[in-house]
Structure formats: C-alpha cells, structure tokens
C-alpha cells in the first residue's frame, strides 16, 4: 500500500443513542455527512404502525418542507446560500440524509438538519402536494424498466419486510393522511441505531460539542417491532410492452459481519464486477448479447445478496439467461483464477485509495462501516484481508454457486423466458 | 441570519499547488496537465474532437460506435486484453461520446499510471477488425433499445432533431437500429483516419504526477501517430421553434423537452447562462422547483445549459401526469415570460453562485472532476482556467448581464417535442 496522510477517526456515542464518526482529511475543503436513520420502508408494517407502503419517502419528503424558525422556502434557500448540495431519501432500512459543501458550512448545515430531523413542522397542507408527487414517481418508476426490475427482485427475495421497496405502492401512497404520516415519524426517528458520519475539513472537538448541542434533545424512542414472513416468487415474469427484457437474479451471499465476506467479495466482483469479469467478457464482448449486464453485492446485517442483471433484446433473452446461469455455475464448478483474484485485489484497492480523495464517499463509508461492524475498519485492515485470499478459499466460497439454492430469477418485458428447472440449479 | 450576500471568499487562505503545464508534439498532438501533489489519484484522457455533428447522414451513429470499437482491439491487444490490462492495475476507465467530442480516460493510482497510459493510447489506434464490428453492432442495437424504454432519451433526441432540424447538431449520437445495422467497417475506417489525426486529439493529465514523465509517455505512445489536419464545420445556427407530439402508449407519464437558443461556447457569456438555468430550472430551489415540483404539478421539471461550437440550447425537461402536460406547459411559459419582462433579483443571484461555488469545489477535489474541463478549454479557447480563475468568472456576473442575456436569447417561445400517452397537448398560446 502506498504511503498516504492517515486517516484520522474519531467516535463519539452520545447518551441518547446516538453515534458520530468523523474523519479528519487534511487535503481537502469540502466536508460532508451521512446521517443514517432507522426508519426505513422496513418499518411501514412494524408491529402497531401499519401504515401504508410509501410512509418513509411521503416523511423523508416532508421533513424538509419546513422546521424549525424556517418554513419551507426559507429552509431550502438557507441550504442553497451556503453551498450544501443535499438529498434526503428512504430506503429499505434506513432514511438517509446526506449533504455535501465547503468546510466551514458543516456546523451551519448541521443546525438546518437537526431542526429537520427534530422539529419538522409536518404541515397538513404539504401532504397532498407530496402525495401527487410520490405517485408520479411511481409513474416515472414503471417508465425505467431497469430500476424497476431490481426494486421488484428484491422484494422477492429477501424475506418481508427486508426486501420492502421504499418508492411505496399506488394503494399504500393513495391511503396515507398527515396523521398516519406523523405516527410513522414519532414512531421511528430515532436516536439509538442512528449514526451521523462526518468526513473533511473538519474540526472534530468542535464538531463533536455542535452535534451534542444540535441533537442532544433528540428522545430515545422504543425500538419498533418487525416480525418477518417469507418472499417470494422465486421464479416470476412480470409483462411489458417494453423493447427489453429485463433478466434480474438474486443469490444469497455472506454478509459485511461474516467470516466469509471478502471471500463473497471477490467472487462477485470476479464474476461480473468489471469489464474483464466473467459475465462482461462472456455475456457483451464475445456474443455481443446486451449492452449493460453486471453482478453486484449488497449486505445488511443478518442478509446479504449477490444480484446479476442483464438488458436485452426479447430475441437474446433466453441466450442471455441462460449464459449468465453457466457462467455462475461454471465458477462453482472450476473456481478461480490466480490472475482474476491479483485483479480482484487491484482493482478494490484502488477504488478504496481513490475514495479517500472525497469527503462524501468518506462519509458514507463511515456510516455503513459503524451500522454494520460497530467501528470503522481503516484502509491497512482491508488490504490485509484481501492479501489473505487465495484462489483456493475464493473457489471453495464460491462452490456454493453450482446448485445455486435459493436463488431468485425475475425477468421483465414482452415475453417470459425458460427458466431452469430447479434440479438443475 | 441567513447569509443573502454572496461569499466571494471561498477558498482557504492556503492556496493549493496547482501547476499547469503544456506542449505540442511535432504529429499535432497537444498535452495539457494540471498537477497536483496532494491528490491520491491521476487522470489521463484524450479528448478527440469529433461527435454526432461531424457526421454524415449515411454515418449515423458512427463516431459512438467508433468508441466502442476503439475497446475491441488493437495491433497488440484483443478486447480481453484491453478489459484485462486496466482492470489488472485496478485503472477505472470509460470513454464517452456528445455531439462535438469523443472523450477516452482512466483514473488510477499513480504508480499505475504508465501500465494504465499504455492501454489508453493503444486503444486509440484501434484494428477495427470486420468479426468485431459486427459482433458489437449487436451491443450498439442493445443500448440503442435500452434507451428507447426510457422516454426522457426519446423525448431529447427527438428535441434537439426538432430544435436544430437539418443543423448537424439534431444528428442523433448513437445512431438508429437501422443506419447502424447498414454500416460498414470501411466507412469506419475511413472516418477513423480523417477523424483522429494528432492535431485534432487533445491529452490532458490531471491530478499527482511528473511533468517529465507525462511528456516521456505521451512521447513515446503518440509521437508516431499520423493524420492531416481535421475540420470541422461550425455554421451557427437558429433553432426551428418547431412543436412535435409523439405518442407512446406504453408511458405513464408524459414527458416534454423544450429548446431554446442560448450563448454558444465562444462567448464569456457562458457563465451567465449557466446562473441563469440554475436560478430558474435546478433541481432543487428554483423558479420551476417552486411553481411546479413543490406543489406536485410534476415529478421533473428542470432548466438546464448546454454549449457547443457556435451554438448553444437551453434545455427544459418537464414530466407529468399526462391530463396536467398542457397546463404545466402553459406554467413554464408564464415563468419564462416572467423572467423575461422582469429579470431575476439579486438573492436569487447570490444564491445560484453560492449553489455553483459550492459545487465545484467539491467536483475539483477529484482528479476526473478537473481532467472534463481542462480538456474542453484547451480544445476550444486554447485556454486554462485555474478553479479560482473560474469561480471568479461566475461571481462576476451581474444583473445587467443577466438582463441581457435574457433579451439576448428569449427563452419563449421554444421549440418543443412531447412524448407519451397523450398527443391533446398544444404550444401554449
């Protein structure tokens, strides 16, 4: 690993629940946060709430139409005269907050966050005009069929309610009130499980005693219930009048906390993570099939998944599939290359180094390190463990690819495809 | 207190150590590099000075393609080799193509910079070999469909084609299933030998590196590089104002874009019109955000600014509910109307330079963020442009400049294109 300035890390729990993580980074003058907060679409159906599927966008909308002394105008133009590039959106399980601007506009952007966060004035009169835009987004959403296709994969995969898509549902968006809304917020904003990572020019005692001051107030609130039930289909076939089908799968993978998980890493990433990776060289460069076909991983806690997605046309789509299925299992079969894991490494490594450059990516990576690992795993550690992969613990991780047991295939488009019989995969 | 004036005063009182550097190589060929000691990261590019507009009609689609090509394989590398080469030394790299350029780059550590430059100015020397022509025109069909499921790129293209009508910049980038299908690889390398002759090929470095040795490698991979002098022609040009309803049933929502003659790259005016569609079509904060995204009028409505050789378009981009696109068509024009009788104030000034500020900053704390603008400046004013020196050119601007822009280049009436379920939708009056 080269020499770069270390990093400097710094924590801090507050009494309420609440953590910080900062990093220091003395070459840049932007500073940015990500505050993670668990109140995701996940927490639509915790036990009491109930409420309808959309909830956590409608709220994550809201919350800045207003706060605090500011009202809505005032708010977003505060934002804007001091440089912060910001976005506010709900996902599975958390509603994250992220914002972006020149260091020395990171506590006054904070004092704007905490008051959305902590006194959003959820005005009544805002809830139709956010409803009419959430159910557009719907509409915008079913015209991308590729984004579509992986929010559905998803929510058959995993087991409900973490697969749960946060855009919501016509019926659920439709249904809500204020009242509804606000139950949703009281119930899950929350300081303990949140975590507020900060990364740049900035100065940590300060920032330290500004977060404290800014969101000491914040009341713990019980954490709600969530009882599982399982996904599903397995296999499924959605129809479009579109001009590509859309081939979708999800494989379950070893998550962030597991003894496996670089070794899950690096098979997914040799798999289709870049353009020599298999799925790149077999799928686009040798038969010219699809223009965007790739596999990636996401992980929560106690679930993760190595997805694979190809666009093509209804004319190459059972090629298509079924190449991708060899190649998955071909992997299995045979393991890996020598040479595909030293490119493996590379190419994570550099991407890695290259993050350090930017206060928002720092940031984020702070946040997602803490929610799943409890601290922040440096750069040296991450080296280490991928210097410890070799061909044969990759290969053996990935021997589990071959009967492919729990896997989900969802395709999208004007016809349905043959999908493999389930002894065979 | 909210900070209404603006803050000039941006940057640390520690000024980064940014030295910029060039030379011409003996075939044409120009290098340009902005480096920077504390960066982790170099960008190198080529910024080749052809797109959609240097195409003729039997070529539709042949510089995007060429680009794809350019990674299919050279004299000492196939397609495998080439993926394998960057990806082994863990170099991101891309390349992409617009109406006036072909923009080829990589971003890697900086001890990989010579593995990673060997494969960039390789590929540019492609083989353009028959069997991978026509096994990647499969893949162009492929992406050309994907864009077709996506209305706002149908709605674009068919926007600028309206606009510009038989200017060269209405050609289309990617092409059509069908003028891709008819190509031939001879025309490609024809067009290949006119169009990436050294003079016409910017190389730009960015980010922590040795002069000496970005002149070495240029030196070494590119000084043998030949070809004539490129033109290109620039007439200026005047969009139609035309009006086009395209039907898709399939859609949901409706989608419209909006052209409007704007400043082209030549002038200093730019900047203006930068401000400008931020005041009245960012995506958050501005005149459209306010009177049609916080109501929940439409889930898209945007402004934005895009110059080229001596011309420029200001685009607007609306999506709806197909039963509100009339009265959302008649909101923007009352907007533009409005602007246009009576300017815009100073706060909102202040705030879309604040806003701009900002926002560069952050994009030139990475090595690609500076690489895009230095390459296009050298290209085409011959110019460098420190961040400070840009920033300063925004916070420059006034309201009498604003004012003239606006009498300058009237945003109404505009040339606009509308696509999805419902055709009821008229020019408003």
Redesign the interface.
């Known amino acids: 690993m080269?020499d770069?300035a270390p990093a400097t890390i710094e924590q801090h729990k507050y009494s309420n629940g609440l953590v910080l993580v900062g990093e220091v980074m003395p070459?840049?003058?932007?500073a940015a946060f990500t505050l993670l907060i668990p109140a995701g679409a996940a927490y639509e159906v915790a036990e009491g709430l109930n409420v309808g599927g959309g909830a956590a966008t409608m709220v994550a909308e809201w919350i800045t139409?207003g706060a605090g002394s500011r009202d809505?105008?005032?708010l977003?133009?505060?934002?804007?005269?001091?440089?912060?590039?910001h976005s506010e959106s709900a996902q599975t399980l958390h509603t994250s907050l992220s914002a972006?601007?020149?260091?020395r506009?990171l506590v006054p952007a904070l004092e704007i966050f905490a008051d959305v966060v902590l006194q959003p004035h959820c005005d009544d009169e805002e809830v139709?005009?956010?409803?009419?835009?959430c159910l557009?987004?719907l509409?915008?959403l079913?015209?991308?069929?590729?984004t579509k296709v992986i929010y559905e994969l998803r929510r058959r995969h995993f087991p409900e309610p973490w697969g749960r898509p946060s855009p919501g549902t016509v019926e659920g968006i439709s249904g809500l009130t204020g009242d509804a809304l606000r139950r949703f917020y009281h119930a899950v904003y929350r300081p303990k499980g949140a975590i507020l990572g900060v990364a740049g020019?900035i100065d940590w005692p300060r920032l330290k005693d500004a977060v404290g001051r800014l969101f000491g107030d914040w009341k713990p609130r019980p954490d709600p219930h969530l009882s599982e039930k399982p996904g599903g289909p397995r296999r499924d076939h959605i129809l479009?009048?579109?001009?590509?089908i859309q081939i979708a799968l999800a494989h379950p993978s070893a998550t962030v906390v597991s003894p496996d998980y670089y070794r899950a890493r690096a098979a997914v990433a040799i798999l289709g993570g870049?353009?020599?990776?298999r799925l790149?060289?077999e799928v686009?460069?040798?038969?010219?099939?699809?223009?965007?076909v790739y596999a990636s991983y996401e992980s929560q806690r106690a679930r993760a998944a190595m997805l694979c997605y190809a666009?093509?046309?209804a004319d190459?789509a059972q090629e298509t599939l079924d190449v991708i299925i060899a190649e998955v299992q071909r992997l299995g079969r045979e393991g890996i290359e020598p040479?595909e894991l030293?490119?493996m490494r590379?190419?994570?490594?550099?991407?890695l180094?290259?993050a350090?450059?930017?206060?928002?990516s720092r940031s984020s990576a702070l946040a997602s390190d803490w929610y799943f690992l409890g601290r922040v795993r440096p750069l040296e550690e991450i080296s280490t463990e991928l210097d410890a992969l070799t061909p044969r613990s990759v290969s053996d991780y990935a021997a589990g690819f071959v009967h492919m047991r729990d896997l989900t295939i969802l395709t999208l488009g004007p016809t349905a495809l043959r999908f493999p019989v389930d002894s065979e995969v | 207190m909210?900070?209404?004036d603006f803050?000039s005063g941006?940057?640390?009182d520690e000024p980064r150590l940014m030295m910029f550097h060039h030379t011409t190589l003996a075939n044409g060929l120009e290098v340009i590099a902005e480096l920077n000691d504390?960066?982790?990261?170099v960008a190198a590019g080529f910024f080749v000075k052809t797109g959609s507009r240097d195409e003729m009609a039997d070529l539709a689609g042949v510089s995007h393609f060429l680009e794809h090509m350019t990674?299919k394989g050279t004299p000492r590398r196939d397609?495998?080799t080439v993926?394998?080469d960057?990806?082994?030394?863990?170099?991101?790299?891309n390349a992409q193509t617009s109406e006036e350029d072909t923009f080829y780059h990589v971003?890697?550590?900086?001890?990989?910079l010579t593995p990673s430059f060997d494969v960039l100015a390789d590929i540019l020397r492609p083989t353009l070999r028959e069997d991978d022509f026509e096994?990647?025109?499969?893949?162009?069909?492929?992406?050309i469909?994907?864009y077709?499921?996506?209305?706002m790129s149908v709605a674009y293209e068919a926007a600028k084609t309206a606009h510009f009508g038989p200017h060269p910049l209405g050609n289309s980038i990617l092409g059509t299933v069908d003028s891709i299908t008819k190509l031939r690889v001879e025309r490609m390398r024809d067009y290949f030998a006119r169009r990436y002759s050294p003079a016409n090929i910017v190389l730009g470095f960015a980010g922590k590196g040795d002069w000496g040795q970005l002149v070495e490698l240029a030196v070494q991979h590119c000084a043998g590089w030949q070809g004539g002098p490129a033109t290109r022609q620039a007439d200026p040009v005047r969009g139609t104002g035309a009006f086009q309803a395209i039907c898709r049933e399939?859609?949901?929502?409706q989608?419209v874009v909006g052209v409007s003659d704007a400043p082209p790259l030549e002038t200093e005016d730019r900047y203006a019109a930068h401000l400008l569609a931020t005041i009245l079509g960012d995506h958050?904060?501005s005149r459209l955000y306010?009177e049609l995204?916080?109501?929940?009028?439409?889930?898209?409505a945007e402004l934005s600014y895009q110059d080229y050789n001596q011309a420029g378009a200001f685009f607007t981009f609306l999506?709806?509910?197909p039963g509100e696109t009339q009265a959302n068509l008649g909101r923007i024009a009352q907007i533009y109307r409005t602007v246009m009788a009576g300017g815009v104030t100073e706060e909102e000034l202040?705030?879309a330079k604040?806003?701009v500020?900002?926002?560069s900053?952050?994009r030139s704390?990475?090595?690609m963020g500076r690489l895009a603008s230095l390459g296009f400046q050298w290209m085409y004013r011959r110019a460098y442009l420190t961040l400070e020196a840009e920033l300063e050119a925004f916070s420059r601007v006034t309201l009498g400049d604003l004012r003239r822009l606006l009498r300058d280049w009237p945003l109404w009436p505009m040339t606009i294109v509308s696509v999805g379920p419902t055709t009821d939708v008229h020019r408003p009056k």
Not at chain 1, 27 to 30: C, K, L, R
Not at chain 1, 240 to 244: I, L, P, Y
């Open positions: 080269p770069t070459e840049v003058q932007s139409r809505s105008r005032e977003l133009t505060a934002l804007d005269n001091l440089g912060v590039s972006a601007t020149l260091g506009n139709e005009p956010i409803r009419a835009l557009q987004n509409r915008s079913e015209d991308d069929p590729g020019a479009r009048e579109t001009q590509q870049y353009s020599s990776a790149f060289t686009r460069e040798k038969r010219g099939l699809c223009y965007s666009g093509t046309s190459r040479e030293e490119t590379a190419g994570l490594k550099s991407s180094i290259m350090q450059e930017s206060s928002m | 909210l900070a209404m803050d941006i940057l640390s504390r960066a982790h990261s990674f397609a495998l993926n394998r960057f990806d082994r030394v863990g170099a991101k790299h971003t890697c550590l900086p001890e990989y096994t990647e025109k499969k893949v162009i069909i492929e992406e469909r994907m077709l499921d996506n209305p399939e859609d949901l929502q989608t958050t904060g306010w995204i916080d109501p929940g009028l439409a889930d898209g999506s709806c509910e202040n705030q604040n806003k500020l900002a926002r900053v952050l704390e990475r090595p």
